[in-house]
């Protein structure tokens, strides 16, 4: 049976939340963007208001900041983004990565973000597997086309690629912040909170690690 170490993105891999870091990044404050500022806070605002889905609202923030970066064209802003993304993995989130893969573990970065930036970051990294949420360009604006890679997602997703009888569950690894991986992290024998101590103290059967 095969041994897997899964890793979650934000907050785990890097600090912050990706999402966020894309919107300081790119969206071009400006009066010709003004609209486009307005309608991003209304669209928040729906979503906080649960008027949108999660996949819905990340449809249309990433829309939004894209149509207001200086950037011409998307394969440009997202190549940028992963180079940027990657100067702030945690060194030793590195070294684990390295770890597992020399001790023969397939190596699995499981993430809610979208695969634009992710792809190059997870060869950057030398993981053996990718899944997250994916998207298609249709008409050049961006699409989710497939499940919103979060919460229980996330578990569908990964046992559609790993058969709860062909892996060696007791034996591999998961490593998260997010308190909506709870359920994730019951999957397996050796499940890790990162840089969480709230989530961690909440959750004394999962150990909690810190990460720099």
Not at 30 to 57: G, V
Not at 124 to 135: A, D, H, N, P, V
Not at 142 to 147: E, T
Not at 177 to 186: A, K, P, T, Y
């Amino acid at each position: 049976m095969e041994l897997i170490s899964v890793f979650d993105f934000d907050g785990t891999l890097i600090k912050k939340d990706s999402m966020l870091l894309f919107f300081f990044r790119y969206f071009k404050l400006s009066i010709r963007n003004l609209p486009n500022f307005y309608r991003l806070i209304l669209e928040t605002l729906k979503y906080f208001l649960k008027i949108y889905s999660q996949k819905q609202f990340k449809e249309k923030y990433i829309n939004l900041i894209i149509a207001s970066s200086k950037y011409k064209d998307m394969e440009s802003i997202f190549e940028d983004f992963s180079k940027y993304l990657l100067r702030m993995v945690f060194k030793t989130a590195k070294k684990k990565i390295i770890e597992f893969k020399k001790n023969g573990y397939k190596t699995i970065l499981l993430s809610a973000s979208l695969d634009l930036y992710l792809e190059k970051i997870s060869k950057g990294l030398g993981f053996s597997e990718l899944i997250c949420t994916r998207t298609v360009c249709i008409d050049n604006r961006i699409v989710i086309d497939s499940l919103n890679c979060y919460g229980n997602n996330k578990i569908k997703m990964l046992l559609e690629k790993y058969k709860e009888d062909g892996v060696d569950w007791k034996g591999s690894y998961c490593y998260t912040d997010s308190q909506s991986d709870r359920g994730l992290l019951n999957l397996f024998g050796n499940p890790h909170i990162v840089n969480n101590i709230r989530f961690g103290k909440k959750n004394t059967d999962f150990k909690s690690v810190t990460w720099e």
